[in-house]
């Protein structure tokens, strides 16, 4: 079992910073995410979008944003169940929790902080009848390991930034790639549409547009694919395939959190935002994006503000008996439980005379 001080659901770029602020207080962090890999929308599904509203950044890719947040919170060495659902949240009789995930890793924490942004994520199916056989079978919807794909023959569906950055990636990894949109136009970043183009005319990557797979076909295993171009003249074609990679985004749902207890309105989390933003739930806690109260904006910079005043709660709820005095960062420095120390170097004034 996993023991933390904070469990944070969702590891977003709210549920990221929580782990800073809740550093700063010398609390541990740990956090779940259904996705493979931290960052939330920010990684999945618009990584090269840019962000206007950060402060201090009059632009900054979505990208980069995570990855300085992953940066910022190194030091303070937080833990990662990734690629796992929280499905259960159990409340035991010392006020503590146990949150389980949908493949049984359970967790143990005193405060638990729902950061799920939108809720969980569900990949976005296409509408082939027999996909869910080939699930784990030649068919994914997340790319966890690129290195599964190795010279293999490999069909990617899609014509967002996902699916073309993962074009570009699998051009130096797979045997074959060929990238397959149902329009000519992409919806990706200009630079990405531009490579995959560049690619293409090297022999890297075979463009397939005006079409759509909508058949798969295979014994155990799959094998392959059917593709109908939107010209009759063309017809359908099949194409032998190792993998099949339909990316279409994700679905947010608020999933098994929803069942937990919580008091919900409009699919979002009502929380008391006058204080510390925790929930019907003592010790559980709901910001960013999944959480509602009168005035709620959704914005990135209002999860971060509110990460950092439900961790000072969270640190009561923990040490009742000690008083934090809050030390600005600029004066006491960020310590790391690395060993780490950042601090303001120290002026030596001398008098004269």
Known sequence: MIKTDILIIGAGPTGLFTVFEAGLLKLKTHLIDALPQPGGQCSEIYPKKPIYDIPAFPEIKAGDLVDNLMEQIKPFEPGFTLGERAETLEKQEDGTFIVTTNKGTQHHAPVVAVAGGLGSFEPRKPPIKNIADYEDKGVSYFIKDPEVFRHKRVVIA???????????????????????????????????????????KLGKIEMITNAEVVGLRGEDNLEQVVIRHKDEARGEELREVDDFIPLFGLSPKLGPIGSWGLEIEKNAIKVDNSYDYQTNIPGVYAIGDVNTYKGKLKLILSGFHEAAI?????????????????????????????????????EVVQSIG
């Open 310 to 346: 439900m961790c000072q709660s969270a640190y009561q709820r923990i040490y009742p008996d000690k008083k934090y005095i809050l030390k600005y960062t600029t004066v006491g420095g960020v310590e790391g439980f690395d060993g780490s120390k950042k601090e303001a170097k120290k």
């Open 158 to 200: 899609g014509g967002g930034d996902s699916a073309l950055d993962w074009a570009i990636y699998l051009a130096d990894v797979a045997a074959e790639v060929a990238l397959v949109h149902r329009r000519q136009e992409f919806r990706g970043a200009l630079d990405s549409v531009e490579r995959v183009s560049e690619l293409a």
